[in-house]
């Protein structure tokens, strides 16, 4: 059975490719697994019928087979388990990998995660500009970090994996932030995962969902996390 995974109907990035389907349907895509979408409003996500296939009414999710799935992160490891060529053979390269994914959505995710919350939704607190300050000073360290660790290379460890694939999703999320264009290393980085033909089959397949849709009927909703 061909998978199926569930994305935004509406998405409120604006097709930009930074909710969380953008990296599942760009894992498939290298692995040359053909997927179906299920388009959720936020109303269905907080349906018992979606509660069932996520506890916390969120998409990514997704199913094949009767197996059933939720956290971005798992699910790319699930395809890239399978052989995609997203993980090394060899098992210390595969752990290696495996540990950049964690460190992709455990240390480099959760601050820039925090100041895109800052920055759409605490503008109008009298705290804004410091709060502001202390979390990009966070997201500068991670990035000042990463980006030595990166050097010239082109991939975090050796050739792409599912490392490298979900660190620059999460790197994405800077967009228009300015802070990612101090670190060229990073910048660099990020473009060559864009450039992979993969990732713009992706992109491209999330962003005629939300052309689609706008062009359906207005503006998409607020954002939300
Ligand atoms: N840890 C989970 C995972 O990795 O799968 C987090 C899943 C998650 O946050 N899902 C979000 C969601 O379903 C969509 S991706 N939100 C609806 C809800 O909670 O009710 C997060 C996201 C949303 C919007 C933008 N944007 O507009 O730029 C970027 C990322």
Request: hydrophobic share 45%.
């Amino acid at each position: 059975m061909i998978p199926v995974i569930t994305a935004f109907e509406r998405s409120p990035d604006r097709g930009r490719g930074l909710a969380r389907d953008m990296r599942v349907r760009w894992a498939l895509e290298e692995a040359g697994q053909p997927y179906q979408v299920r388009l959720l409003s936020f109303d269905r996500m907080k349906t018992p019928a979606h509660l069932a296939l996520h506890p916390f009414g969120q998409i990514p999710t997704w199913e094949q087979d009767g197996l059933a799935l939720f956290e971005s992160g798992a699910i790319v490891l699930h395809i890239a388990g399978r052989g995609a060529g997203l993980l090394p053979e060899d098992p210390d390269g595969r752990a290696r990998a495996i540990a950049w994914m964690f460190a992709a959505l455990n240390t480099v995710e959760p601050p820039i995660v925090e100041l895109s919350m800052i920055r759409l939704f605490e503008r109008d607190a009298h705290w804004y500009a410091q709060r502001l300050q202390v979390v990009e000073t966070r997201v500068r360290q991670r990035l000042a970090q990463l980006s030595a660790y990166l050097g010239d290379a082109d991939w975090l460890d050796g050739g792409f994996s599912a490392g490298d694939l979900l660190m620059v999703t999460v790197l994405l999320r800077l967009e228009g932030t300015g802070l990612l264009e101090e670190h060229p290393p990073l910048e660099a980085y990020v473009a060559r995962g864009r450039a992979r033909p993969a990732f713009m089959r992706a992109f491209e397949a999330q962003r005629a969902v939300f052309l689609e849709a706008q062009g359906a009927s207005g503006p998409p909703p607020a954002p939300a996390t």
